[in-house]
Structures are given as C-alpha cells and as structure tokens.
C-alpha cells in the first residue's frame, strides 16, 4: 500500500499517556521556536507575516496528520525562500497560489505512483549544489534588513544576484549602525544559546532580546510593523480567511515550470528531512506516504494565503530532541502556534526586521554546509567537483528552474561515463594451453586454462552493454576476420536496445563474411532483452551455449567442417579443370 500514514500506526500500535505528555512538551516548544522562523521566512519570501504564519500552521497541521514520518514537521522553510520571491515578482501572488496548488497535485501524484523511492537517486553534489546556492541567495536578500538600508518606494532592487550586489553597494551610505547592532546582537545570541541549552533553538531568545532592547531604548530600527521615519501600521492576526486564487490561463506555461520546482524542492527537502530524522531515532520513513501528506498540504494552503511549505529540518530536529515520537507533537506544534497568534500575534509588530535578518543569516550559513562543500570542492573527483560548482552557480546567478535541470543532466552524463569506463572487452588472439599445475584459487572456467583454436577468436564482455559501451564494441569488432567468434557474457550484468542493435549488426556482417557466433554465460536480463528483440531466433538456439567448455569444442568442430567443405569444393574445382 502506498498511502499509510503513521498517525494511524501509532493508534494501532498502542498509544499511552506517558508519551502523549512527551509529545504534548515537545509540540509546545516546536510551536514556539516556529513563531519567528515562519514571520522570518514569510517576509523574507516577498509575502506577508499572516501568510507565513498560516502556511505553518495549516500545512504544519496537514503534514503531521497524513506524513509518512513520526516526527516530521512541516511548514515554510529557507529552500523555498527564492523560488517563492521570484514567484511573487514576476507571477504575482495570485501565480504563486496556483503554482502552489499544482505543486500539491504533483507531488500526491509522485506520491501515489511510487516515486518517492527515486527521489534518493538525485546525485549528491546537485543537492549541494543548489542548497548552497539558495543560502548565499537568502544571505544576500537580507542585506537592507540587517544594515537598515533605505531607497525610494518608486526604486525597483534589481532581480539578479550581481545586480543586487551593485545596488545594495550604491547604498551603503545610508547604513544605520543601531541596524547593525541589532543584527550582530540577534546572530550572537543565536550562537550562545546553545552553550546554555539546546532544548530551544536560540532564534527564539533572540527574537524576544532584540525586541525588548528596541522597544526600551527606543532605538531607531525598522520593525514589522514600523519603517524609521514613517507611520505605523497596526498587525491583526485572526482566523485565515477562505479564498479562491485567481488563474489566467494564459500564464499556465511559466506558472506551470514553477509548479514543477515547487514539487521537485519540495520533495527533495522534505525526504532529506525525513531521512535525517530517521537517523537520530531509527525509524524507518514510508516515502511515498510522505509526498503525498506534503501534496495536500501545498494544495490546501494557497485557499487561506499561504506558501509553498515543506519538512523542516531544525524544527524537526528539535521536535525529536524534546521527546516528540509520533505525529502528535506535531498536530500539537500546529495548535499551539495558532493559540499563539491569536492571543499574541499584534505584538508581532514590535519584531524587529535587523533580528529577523540575523536568524536568516545563521539560517542561511547552516543550509550551506560550508564544511562539506568545501571538503567536495578539495577532496572529490574533478567531475563531481564541476556539476557542484556549475549548479551552485547557476542558482546563484540565474535561476534554480535552471540549477537542478542542469546539474541533473550534468550529473546524468557524468554517470553514463563512468558507467562506460566500466566496460571492456578482453581478446585471445593466439592458442593458450592448459596450466600443468592446478591452482586451488583459479577460476576454473579462465580462458587460459584452455586451448583456445585456429580460425576461433575469443572476447570476454566486462559490464553493462549500453548505449555509452556500445561504440567501445564496435570498434572491437570492425575488421575481424576469422571462422568464428565467442562472446563470453558471464560478466555481462545488463543490455539495453543500443547493445542488442551493435550486436545485431555484427550478426548480419557475419552472415556476410561466413563467421559464426557462440555466446556463452548468457545472463537472465541479456537473454530476456535479445528474446523481446527476437534476437536469439536469429541467433540460433544451437550457438548460445552455457559456458566456455562447451562453446571451444563446438567452435573447433565448426571450424572442422569449414576446412572440409572448403578442401571439398577445391576438389571438386580441380576435377572440373
């Protein structure tokens, strides 16, 4: 079954008051510690504070009640930051709700047609790639906020990294230094905490220092609520009202491509979330199960104002190093953070922006994973290195709809070479005898245990015979001229079409030149791809033959009968003149 959630496991399984209490503390903490990150997350992604914070608590109530993890925890995260920015700019946020939405059905479908179990097949340095690209990305959005830059409403920011770059250095001058303070304040807090405890994330005491020392000394920073030296705006948190997202057909193509990303990021994110939480616990994820409960999630969310969500990482790991053992800590999670923004969420206007930018920061530098970035820029292979470094600039500097495409192709092409390096093809050309001594180690079908006939060419395949190997046998084969020839396919795990065809085509040049072909050691999936093909029709039962002690007898004996005939017809011509 593709679809089981683990909410109904734990109910099946037995589930007791001792770690409902358990859940019930770490649900709590996890909804607290979400508060900021989802305000940072939503202002940071070109949206409002209520939309990041019903995104956490709606897609964070869905994901839990049908995920196909015990601890996952769901909402808006850093990945998604730049594609939902970019969104936003040029699709609007009518386009980002839609692109939402059919992210949601692509990803229940990916779900319920199994691919949830491909999705590890994504090469590692795309994955490192594009998720250190989208840290350096979030780092940069966040320079106004963390240095109180200020530019004229009617200034459109350039979209591009290094367009920003220039912008944001055009208006250095204007940095305000309590801006500054306030961000370095936010990061070390950030850092400290951890030292004291790490029950909870230090995001959460940086957020309340840094708007308790602005709100007491008055400080001239720009907060949710409040730009320096313009009114302020009241923030009223209440229920998320219903909605239906506008569509224009006639966007369906590019809303569409975001779509896609959406789903792929989203899929990603989440299975590396799951699979990390599997780790800490020993639990085992149902991935499938899991792309679906992120499906629905992303296709009820964009009907009350929400983003693009996906499992969270931090919040997961800190849902586990509280206690949280089943999908009841985070259906708690969800719960207390609504309690929290409608009792609490109009003081959600003192934050300010400096803190936010600081938590995104430290956000930003540990998505990076600077320390195994750089141990793949100096210690892995060359080629690996290059589909690291092209897609992690591409994400940077163009776009992540062109990144992962890239980087997949990239890597996918690297695999087809590797994959050719590994097959070969060994040659007897000369007569080999059999060793006096016998060798308890040596492999008893080896070539050169045998005597290997005149007129008889040997080779031994090596590997899979695909398309990228299919010119290594070409070129083995052309001008070969000799009685008979045995291919030895025992090390020959897989063929595919290209194969079958470069081994067709030897067939019918043997046809011509009167050459005769045996094959022993034929494997199950060979055999199975040559019979679809109607490849061993042609080839004739009598010539596949089980191993080298068979086929060496029969090729001398096919020889034999060559030599015959041909003594015979010389006899023949000879009587006839």
Known sequence: MVFRPQLLSVFREGYTLRQFFNDLVAGVIVGIVAL?????????????????????????????IFSGSPVQIGGPTGAFIVIVYGIVQSQGIQGLWVATILAGVLLVIMGLSGVGSLIKYIPYPVTLGFTAGIAVVIATSQIPQLF???????????????????????????INFWSAFISVLSVLTILVVPCITKRVPGSLFAVIICTLIVAIFQLPVDTIGQTVGRPATELRLGFPQFSIPEFDWSKISPIFIAAVTIAMLGAIESLLSAVVA????????????????????????????????????????????????TPIAGIIHAITLFIIVICFGKYAAKIPLPALGGILIMVAINMSQFRMFSRVLFRAPK??????????????????????????????????????????????????????????????????????????????????F?????????????????????????????????????????????????????LTGLR??????????????????????HTIVEALPAAAEIVEQELTIEKTLTKMNKHQR
């Open 278 to 325: 599997d780790g800490m616990i020993g639990t085992k994820l149902r991935s499938n199960t899991e792309l679906v409960a992120q499906g629905l999630a992303n296709m009820v969310v964009p009907f009350f104002g929400g983003i693009p969500a996906t499992g969270a990482i931090a919040r997961t790991a800190t849902n586990i190093r509280n206690g949280g053992r």
């Open 524 to 545: 199950t999936q060979p055999e199975n791809v040559m019979r679809k093909y109607g490849l061993l029709d042609k080839i004739g039962q009598e010539h596949i033959l």
């Open 36 to 64: 900021p990150l989802a305000i940072a997350f939503g202002l940071a992604s070109g949206v409002t504070v209520e939309q990041g914070l019903y995104t956490a608590i709606i897609a964070g109530l869905i994901i839990s």
């Open 148 to 174: 109180g830059f200020h530019w004229d409403e009617n200034i459109k920011v350039p979209s591009e990294f290094v367009g920003q770059l220039f912008f944001f250095y055009r208006h250095s001058g204007s």
């Open 383 to 464: 080629s690996d290195v290059a589909v690291m470094l092209i897609t992690f600039l591409l994400t940077v500097l163009l776009d992540l709809t062109i990144a992962i495409p890239v980087g997949l192709i990239l890597a996918s092409f690297l695999f087809m070479r590797r994959m050719e390096g590994t097959f070969d093809m060994g040659t007897v050309d000369h007569r080999l005898y059999k060793l006096c001594d016998d060798d308890p180690d040596e492999d008893p079908l080896a070539l050169r245990l045998f005597e290997v006939p005149d007129g008889v060419h040997v080779y031994e395949i090596y590997g899979p």
């Open 466 to 518: 695909f398309f990228g190997a299919a010119s290594k046998f070409q070129a083995a084969m052309s001008g070969i001229k000799c009685r008979v020839i045995i291919l030895r396919m025992r090390n020959m795990p897989m063929m595919d079409l290209t194969g079958v065809s470069a081994l067709e085509e030897l067939l019918d040049r043997a046809a011509k030149t009167n050459m005769t072909i045996l």
